[in-house]
């Protein structure tokens, strides 16, 4: 298929793509972003809850802010950024019959998550006088392993941080036994809080792109002992941090949810005070303070034209003629299109690239409304949902 037709080098509505400029949420983005360095100056630990649709572009905009906290600031303090890959949620092991598994599965991700290069570039010369900053002897062995100049040391070590040691790395690196309950992973943790903080990093950034799939996919039960984990990080970070002033880099969670994920949350926090006073889920969602969330709104009809202005700019090919910036789109089909989309940025996306691959079979000169209708009539699309693109502001309110 040929784009260079209507002057273009490729396909510009991929939905899988995160490298385009920003459309539209300027207002969320500055929100989620001065909440973000407010909630990390904060210090200790904090979270913030980012509310969105499927399709909405929670992960688009995760991903720009992976970007943006991982880009040297002149006017911000150096973070530590890590986020969750989508496609492996977070889980608490079928065998579990407490918390304490949950820590393991999520430390080890954070670690892996953060990766061995970026990990030896952080650790990169640690002195004596930094290792010192540790608590517990075996965090002193791991992190003096990843910072030195031997491969396979480097290697044990990153793997008992990641989970995936044998027997021969434990050995290696001079620890007692594996790595394999709660307390242990996480003091280990608390350790890398202090030394980062050694090494100039104030602030560690972390971006849960999956929380949503570990609310549908794990049973109530579950999901109580999986945010009990992050409650208990919450108190201990910040105990830590208020008895160690200056000691220890803060850290913020940013939790990305739809409206209905969060629904579900509030059912289960009232179904689990009612019960047996809270469980895992009250204590959670009580250390939220009431501006800790970011709720991404519907597109707006100039938003979907900023959208296909970005995209369709980014892919014209340099010699192409001059023409409208929407071309091979007209107004009134870019309008169509946000309608039939629902007004949802993913819909949006597919829709348009439907229309403008079946255009070019069709050889059409320009797209007009009437185009897209008869090309969008040919398919048996399923129907958008406005579930999808609801926003519920009372999901937000305490």
């Known amino acids: 298929m040929s784009y260079a037709v209507y002057g273009l080098n490729g396909p510009p509505f991929e939905t899988y793509a995160h490298d385009y400029e920003m459309a539209g949420r300027d207002e969320e983005w500055l929100q989620l972003t001065d909440l973000i360095k407010t909630y990390l100056r904060r210090g200790g630990c904090q979270f913030i809850i980012l509310i969105g649709g499927y399709g909405q ?21 150096p ?11 977070l889980r608490a092991a079928e065998a579990e019959s407490s918390v304490n598994l949950f820590a393991l599965d999520l430390i080890f991700r954070i670690f892996n998550n953060l990766g061995k290069e970026k990990l030896c570039k952080v650790l990169h010369g640690l002195t004596e006088t930094e290792l010192n900053t540790v608590k517990i002897r075996d965090s002193k062995k791991i992190f003096a392993a990843i910072a030195s100049t031997d491969p396979e040391l480097i290697d044990s070590a990153f793997s008992v941080i990641t989970g995936t040691a044998q027997s021969s790395d434990i050995k290696k690196i001079g620890l007692g036994k594996m790595i394999k309950d709660s ?57 830590i941090f208020q008895n160690e002033p200056k000691k220890m880099a803060s850290m913020v969670f940013v939790f990305a949810i739809t409206p209905g994920g969060w629904g579900k949350l509030g059912q289960l926090e009232k179904k689990a005070v009612e019960g047996s006073g809270g469980g895992g889920v009250a204590p959670f969602m ?10 991404l709104k519907p597109f707006s009809l100039d938003d979907v034209k900023q959208l296909f202005r970005i995209r369709l700019k980014k892919h014209r090919l340099p010699n192409s003629p001059e023409r409208n910036v929407y071309y091979p789109f007209t107004e009134d089909t870019i309008k169509y299109i946000q309608e039939k989309g629902m007004n949802n940025p993913r819909f949006i996306l597919q ?10 079979k069709e050889k059409l000169h320009i797209i007009n409304e009437s185009d897209a209708i008869n090309i969008i009539n040919k398919y048996p699309l399923p129907s958008f949902s406005s579930d999808s693109t609801a926003s519920s502001a009372s999901s937000t309110k305490k």
């Open 79 to 89: 973070v530590l950024v890590t986020r969750t890959i989508k496609g492996s949620p």
């Open 57 to 77: 572009g929670k992960t688009y905009t995760i991903s720009r802010v992976y970007q943006k906290f991982t880009e040297k600031s002149s006017d911000f303090p």
């Open 351 to 360: 829709l348009a690239s439907l229309i403008l691959d079946d255009a070019i």
């Open 286 to 295: 009580q250390r939220l303070r009431a501006d800790s969330y970011v709720q």
């Open 183 to 239: 307390p242990k992973i996480l003091s280990i943790f608390y350790d890398f809080l202090r030394i980062i903080k050694s090494k100039k990093y104030e602030h560690m950034l972390i971006l849960l792109d999956e929380f949503e799939y570990m609310i549908d996919i794990q049973s109530n039960v579950k999901v109580s002992r999986i945010l009990a984990t992050f409650r208990i990080m919450f108190d201990d970070i910040g105990y």
